[in-house]
């Protein structure tokens, strides 16, 4: 189990460091001059939240792995694996293309592939429970990306232009 782990939360950072890259974005101008949510926490926070929410998702994937065989391990798997790429690749919507209209479909799927996996992880394991931190996680995320949309229509592309 131990080792399952390992392996499942360093495929997890490496996604999240190839897809998401160095968040620099929040650093930037664009992003720090925005009128952002009164939800939004300190910066430290996603440094702490993110991690945990890596390590918990990937125990659930290790717990799962271990309890389950054949095709359910399988499919149980691709789908969590999806979901982590899907939220990997927030990072580079939001920030390297500026884009946090489509950035939101991107974490709104995220989040439905969150919730399938706890559910198909809790089918036949208590695997699915090591998937909560990380739902709610992006259910505060949808939020924050919601209403910066909302209080900065400036920051969204000219249609056309």
């Known amino acids: 189990m131990k080792q399952k782990f390992f392996l499942l939360f360093l495929t997890r950072l490496i996604l999240a ?7 620099a974005v929040f650093r930037e101008s664009w992003y720090r ?3 952002l949510s009164p939800l939004t926490p300190p910066g430290w926070v996603f440094a702490v939240v993110w991690p945990l929410n890596y390590a918990t998702s990937s125990l659930a994937a290790a717990t799962f792995g271990e309890k389950t065989v054949g095709p359910e391990r399988e499919q149980g798997l691709l ?3 999806t979901q982590a790429a899907i939220t990997s690749v927030w990072t580079r919507i939001f ?3 500026k884009r946090p209209d489509w950035a939101l479909s991107c974490l709104l799927l995220s989040w439905m592939l969150g919730i399938a996996t ?3 992880f809790g089918k ?3 695997a699915g429970f090591w998937m909560v931190p990380l739902c709610l996680w992006l259910s505060l995320a949808i939020e924050l990306n919601a209403e910066f949309l909302v209080r900065n229509p400036d920051r ?3 249609a056309g232009g």
């Not at 460091?17 to 968040?23: D, L, Q, S």
């Open 33 to 35: 001059e925005a009128r």
């Open 17 to 23: 460091r190839v897809a998401g890259g160095k968040a």
């Open 156 to 158: 969204l592309p000219v």
């Open 124 to 126: 036949t394991s208590p």
């Open 95 to 97: 920030g390297d293309l």
């Open 118 to 120: 706890a559910k198909k």
């Open 79 to 81: 789908l969590w694996l």
